[in-house]
């Protein structure tokens, strides 16, 4: 399938502040593609073999008795982690769920990611596909399925799992663009999960807000229970400063919908170059201008951007830019960051460090695994924070125990276990808790729910 892009040629932004897509040349290269295929082979062997290695013993512990099975080490972090906690408060604002159309979940991802013919897209999804434990593509999304739910049940006491449903790319006349839609998770796929498992999972909802039913949308699914919103403007194409967004805003604010958004560079997923400038953590401001409760995925611990309101060109850590932003009087009370990231090896220690000296800050954090990324050896390494000072060799090998059975269980043990290396400072339980400011979602999801509805 041939990818069309309805921006090609035009400028980055749209007079109306609505983003356009860049072109594909760089993904063209031939020895680009080359390079990539070479350099992945080994990430994806190693991590499908960790992977399928994980999923085999996560079956074992179900037959034997789950988490005592661990390492006496292991056990002892797990412990640990618990310890002081409420378990029944213990919240993940951030767990995102796939599907690729083996059941009919209405949930699919780029075409192309099946195909050798793109092969950056290719190696992307493969490596999520053995960490979201799939071996078998026939049964991708039972499987996928199932191992979210393993992994979801197994803790000491689990946590409630805030389900992302991820929309579409849309074009600047508010239609759906599937040529530039990696990854589309339907608004009713994950209300069913949350209604069919509702101790372990919360619905969090997702619309593009160019969408012509923009606003019935969130109106249908603030009915059905839902709290939060989530975009990931870089790769949906939404530019959170456009002044197209005030609608969307005034009814999210009208409804008391928080908004949890991406900041910083994406990587994660296949995202156009030319659309990074999206995740400037600054573009959310003209939400929290509106009233709105936005919550910062990942702290934006990731990437450079210019500051926008500097008027220079020379870009700044977008961390940096999160950070301004949080010590900003007029914001108190609206904006909050989620912490999945700062664990993660390409934010270097500085993000994770400042953090935790910010004692400040804590009330306004909330707790996010980014799963499956905590899947991914190459993530998050242990190794390199035992390193950094972070943690000891002992827990190094007890956390990586941990993640051989659960990497869920593997994120919130590691950031409850991680130290200040000079004051041996530790994040404080309330991190790991639902907000009080900021429900995942109604306990109880409503019978409103259409059956894989966007
Ligand atoms: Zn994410």
């Known amino acids: 399938m041939s990818k069309k892009n309805p921006f090609r040629g035009k400028d980055k932004k749209s007079k109306t502040g609505t983003p356009a897509r860049g072109g594909e040349k760089r993904r063209r290269r031939l020895p680009s593609a080359i390079a990539t295929v070479t350099a992945a082979v080994r990430v994806l062997t190693d991590e499908?073999?960790?992977?399928?290695?994980?999923?085999?013993?996560?079956?074992?512990?179900?037959?034997?008795?789950?988490?005592?099975?661990?390492?006496?080490?292991?056990?002892?972090?797990?412990?640990?982690?618990?310890?002081?906690?409420?378990?029944?408060?213990?919240?993940?604002?951030?767990?995102?769920?796939?599907?690729?159309?083996?059941?009919?979940?209405?949930?699919?991802?780029?075409?192309?990611?099946?195909?050798?013919?793109?092969?950056?897209?290719?190696?992307?999804?493969?490596?999520?596909?053995?960490?979201?434990?799939?071996?078998?593509?026939?049964?991708?999304?039972?499987?996928?399925?199932?191992?979210?739910l393993d992994c979801a049940k197994w803790y000491p006491s689990p946590p409630r799992h805030g389900l992302l449903a991820f929309d579409r790319f849309h074009r600047p006349d508010g239609s759906p663009d599937l040529a530039n839609t990696e990854l589309y998770v339907p608004n009713g796929y994950v209300f069913r999960l949350a209604a069919d498992n509702p101790r372990l999972f919360a619905p969090v909802i997702s619309v593009h807000p160019q969408r012509p039913d923009a606003l019935e949308a969130l109106e249908h699914w603030h009915a059905a229970g839902g709290r939060i919103v989530k975009w990931l403007p870089n790769v949906m194409g939404i530019n959170p400063a456009s002044p197209s967004c005030d609608p969307f805003y005034e009814m999210m604010r009208k409804l008391g919908l928080s908004l949890l958004s991406h900041g910083g560079t994406e990587h994660a997923l296949e995202t156009d170059d030319s659309l990074q400038y999206l995740g400037n953590p600054q573009r959310l401001e003209r939400a929290l201008s509106h009233g709105v409760k936005v919550i910062v995925a990942h702290c934006a611990s990731l990437g450079r951007m210019p500051d926008l309101k500097q008027r220079t060109k020379k870009p700044v850590p977008c961390f940096d830019l999160f950070m301004n932003m949080m010590d900003d009087p007029q914001w108190e009370g609206l904006l909050f960051g989620e912490i999945s990231g700062l664990v993660q090896a390409n934010r270097g220690e500085r993000p994770l460090r400042t953090i935790m000296e910010r004692t400040d800050l804590h009330e306004r954090l909330v707790n996010g695994s980014d799963y499956p990324i905590p899947a991914l050896r190459l993530t998050i390494i242990p190794r390199r924070l035992a390193r950094?000072?972070?943690?000891?060799?002992?827990?190094?090998?007890?956390?990586?125990?941990?993640?051989?059975?659960?990497?869920?269980?593997?994120?919130?043990?590691?950031?409850?276990?991680v130290r200040h290396p000079e004051t041996g400072a530790q994040l404080p339980a309330r991190i790991f808790y639902e907000h009080p400011d900021l429900p995942l979602a109604t306990k109880s999801i409503g019978e409103s729910i259409v059956e894989n509805a966007g």
């Open 48 to 148: 499908a073999g960790t992977a399928a290695r994980s999923a085999r013993r996560t079956r074992g512990l179900r037959r034997h008795g789950r988490l005592e099975t661990l390492p006496p080490d292991a056990r002892a972090l797990c412990d640990l982690a618990y310890e002081g906690l409420q378990p029944e408060l213990l919240a993940d604002y951030h767990v995102h769920v796939a599907g690729v159309g083996t059941s009919p979940t209405g949930a699919f991802v780029h075409p192309r990611a099946h195909s050798m013919r793109d092969p950056r897209r290719f190696v992307r999804f493969a490596v999520f596909r053995r960490a979201y434990g799939i071996t078998d593509d026939a049964r991708a999304d039972e499987q996928f399925l199932s191992r979210l």
């Open 388 to 417: 950094q000072g972070f943690i000891d060799t002992k827990q190094r090998r007890g956390l990586e125990a941990i993640r051989a059975v659960n990497p869920l269980l593997f994120d919130l043990v590691l950031k409850r276990t």
